[in-house]
């Protein structure tokens, strides 16, 4: 009975949790359907458009800003080294009993009762002389204590590099959210054009399956009438059902790559979104020497690394630093209600200093440590150098490489553009019949997708050249 019991709270417990994960999932979408649904961006958006969103909303470049604003934070609690500390300070203690403490008055009581002996006064000479001692209160059984203390550091050499390693690395967080933000960017670029490629492609697909449609209705005419083999039929069949197959996949890729942006840029992904077309503008581009000086001079990688050396050189100061002597200005004012103090308040000022003259070779080993980290920085800056040069000329020459096909592939569409002409015309006249007149046209849309994808891909490949070079991927305002 016991077991049965359990069992009916354990699956009671089961359905609960899972009636509260799927009401929190459905609340999410609903919230993301609702607040942050696309239509307040209108019906459809632009390249700059996407850019812009994605500025605003993706979590990724999100965390790069608070990681941002912390390393400043950073910098402003080490800058708080140099200023005074200020305290106010309060005690209130209660004891069983005053704390006494008593006097040797054997002397003063001997004297004095000699003096009274002499003059007749032996009863009080006697009580003086059994008088050997003399009781006054040292601490009250309640007291209290309060001030400010104040202290500042006059010479604490490692609180400079301190502050110069953490203004190193608010610099270098700086650079790593401008970096992040060109690579967004670069990664919404390529979503935007990987979709339209799809649409374009889809529509190649779509006239191309017209024009086997036809090769195939004939070809069952010629079966019929026995002027083909049954194989040759399946084989046409089997070229049709494939090209529609590629359709449906085609619709499956656009569907996933639409969530893919939507992700990155912080939005629904099971909203539709439909994009702008983007009107393409091949511009010139310098040559490989001038866009190698642009990238060693501002590339953002190689920046952090060049504050890398930066800050390895203030942890080695500061590993230095820890041999000097260290010197702090401090002060104060006191009040307390001892009584037996006829000043209950005052006033402090100290100097205090300390140097270590042995902590079990501590600080040696971090001057080691230090000097070690300093070289691995170099090093990786000189490895950063020729990484730069090497990723600049590869992205220079697949630029170069895109710009020659591109044109050669122009070249190829105004040829099928003029090929489509004349089977336009022969079609009009009944020189050639539909089936000719689809393939002709399914020619020349695939002319037309190849001249699109190698004008996206030139276009990423600008864009990826410019963020070697340090500069911003893409124009906003095209």
Known sequence: ????????????????????????????????????????????????????????????????????????????????????????????????????????????????????????????????????????????????????????????????????????????????????????????????????????????LKNEIKSIEETTKRAKISLEVESIMPWEYKKALVLLKTKKYNLKENKRNLKIAKMNLLKSLDLNPIDNITLESYNFKQKPFPDLEECILNSLTNNEALKISNLNVDVSQNAKKIAISNFLPKIILGGGYVNNSNKILSDPSFLNVNVSGVISLFNGFKNINEYKKAVKKEKIANLNLEKEFMKTIIETANAYYNLKKIDELLAISKLNLNAEKEKLKQSKAELSVGIIGEDKYFNSLASYNQSLTAVKNLEFNYNLSLSSLNITMGKSPIDKGE
Request: contains cysteine; charged residues 20%; neutral net charge.
């Open 1 to 204: 009975m016991k077991l049965k019991i359990i069992f009916l709270l354990f699956v009671s417990f089961l359905n609960f949790s899972c009636s509260n994960t799927k009401s929190f999932h459905n609340q999410k979408i609903k919230k993301l359907t609702e607040v942050e649904s696309l239509k307040k961006y209108g019906e459809s958006i632009s390249l700059a458009e996407a850019l812009k969103i994605g500025e605003e909303r993706n979590l990724t470049l999100k965390i790069k800003t608070l990681q941002r604003e912390v390393a400043t934070l950073d910098k402003n609690v080490s800058f708080g080294n140099f200023l005074p500390s200020i305290n106010l300070v309060g005690n209130y203690s209660q004891l069983d009993n005053d704390i006494n403490i008593d006097f040797d008055v054997s002397e003063l009581t001997t004297s004095l009762g000699n003096a009274f002996s002499a003059i007749g006064e032996s009863a009080i000479a006697a009580n003086l002389n059994s008088q050997t001692t003399m009781s006054s209160t040292l601490i009250e059984k309640s007291s209290y204590t309060y001030g400010v203390n104040a202290q500042i550091p006059i010479f604490v050499p490692s609180y400079w590099y301190l502050y110069s390693a953490k203004k190193n690395g608010e610099d270098m967080s700086k650079l790593v959210e401008s970096l992040s933000k060109k690579l967004i960017e670069l990664q919404i670029t390529s979503q935007y054009f990987y979709i339209l490629t799809l649409q374009s492609q889809e529509i190649y």
